[in-house]
Structure formats: C-alpha cells, structure tokens
C-alpha cells in the first residue's frame, strides 16, 4: 500500500481533514479471527454457530509526515443500536514473523492502537493472540472518528518508525463483539514509503 508523503506538521489528526482527499486509498478484506484460535473454549462454544466479525471489508489510506505515520479506516456501520459494546478499530502493528489474523501469537507480540466509540482517549496495547491484549507504554497514539452517513471513518497515528507492515480489524458493537471477535486483514499490508 502506498504511504501518501505530507509535509511536517500537516494535520491529518481528522477523518475530514482535506489532506484526505489526494491520499490513495485502497479497499482490504476483513474476515473473522479464526474461531480455532479463540483463547478459551466458553467462547469457541458459544460463538460456533453465530457470526462475528461481521464487516467484510474497510476502506484504507495510510500517510506520514517522516514522524507519525496516520491511518485512516472507514467502514460501514450496520445501523443497529449498540448494547453493551462499542463499535471499535485498531491498527495492527507488527512483524510479518508474527500472525495478523490472531493479533500475533506468545512468540511473536504486535502491537494495537486501539479506538472505541466513546472513549475520549486511544489506547496503546501489545496482543500475543486473540484477546489477549495489554497496556503498552507506546507514546503518541491518538485516534479521532466520526460517523456519517452511516460510516464510520476513524484515524489511529502512531511514531512513523512503527513499522513497515500493518493490519487493521473492526469491531462492529450491535453484534457483541468485542475482544478476539473482530474483523481482521487476515494477511499484513506492506506499506511502500517509497
């Protein structure tokens, strides 16, 4: 995926920030965590013959002023009221070593900027698995969003030196997802800095 060059201090903090609209954008495949990979079996049981990770694919652009890397994911909200949980996203960052469908593995971490409607603030997390997420001293992580229309378009930005390949996952709220019941890239999208 191409990483739209911008010049230092270019604000792309917004999804509506005008930056946007020269940025390439590409459209990536999400599927489910796999169920087999789930971290315990209340949950491969319970989840077996109900649908998760429900949005099927997310709009991607990626763009770096040489500092932060900022990435923006749109997606389609299905429209029905959320219960218990929030709709979310991550950008998923890691080592090809690593697997992105399961959000890593105990032998090979990644690392999660993590959004959810309704909390002001990103979260930084490290993943070894599906659920298996942790606090992360990262700095500088910091997400904004909004819903138009029906969309949800949300940037995550990060240090630019985070790394070369990322994957990103939703989690559509209405249908109870949450943890490893996301909607992931189930390969790594190589950023070309070119």
């Known amino acids: 995926m191409n990483v739209t060059k911008v010049g230092p201090g270019t604000d792309l903090s917004s999804p509506a920030a005008a930056g946007w609209q020269g940025a390439a954008r590409e459209a990536v495949k999400l599927a489910p965590v796999p169920l087999a990979a789930q971290p315990t079996a209340y949950v491969r049981t319970k989840w077996a013959t109900r649908p998760y990770g429900t949005t099927p694919e997310a709009a991607v652009s990626v763009a770096s002023d040489g500092q932060k890397v900022f990435v923006r994911i749109e997606w389609a909200d299905d429209g029905k009221p959320n219960g218990e949980f929030a709709d979310a996203a991550a950008v998923v960052v890691g080592d090809t070593a690593a697997p992105a469908a399961t959000f890593g593995d105990a032998a090979h971490p990644v690392s999660l900027w993590y959004w959810e409607d309704g909390r002001g603030e990103a979260r930084a997390l490290k993943a070894t698995g599906p659920g298996?997420?942790?606090?992360?001293?990262?700095?500088?992580?910091?997400?904004?969003?909004?819903?138009?229309?029906?969309?949800?378009?949300?940037?995550?930005?990060?240090?630019?030196?985070?790394?070369?390949?990322?994957?990103?996952?939703?989690?559509?709220?209405?249908?109870?997802?949450?943890?490893?019941?996301?909607?992931?890239?189930?390969?790594?999208?190589?950023?070309?800095?070119?």
């Open 132 to 194: 298996v997420f942790h606090p992360d001293a990262a700095d500088g992580v910091k997400a904004s969003a909004q819903l138009v229309g029906g969309r949800w378009s949300v940037v995550l930005s990060g240090p630019a030196a985070a790394g070369k390949n990322i994957g990103v996952a939703v989690w559509n709220g209405s249908n109870e997802e949450r943890s490893g019941l996301a909607a992931v890239t189930p390969d790594w999208i190589q950023l070309d800095q070119g």
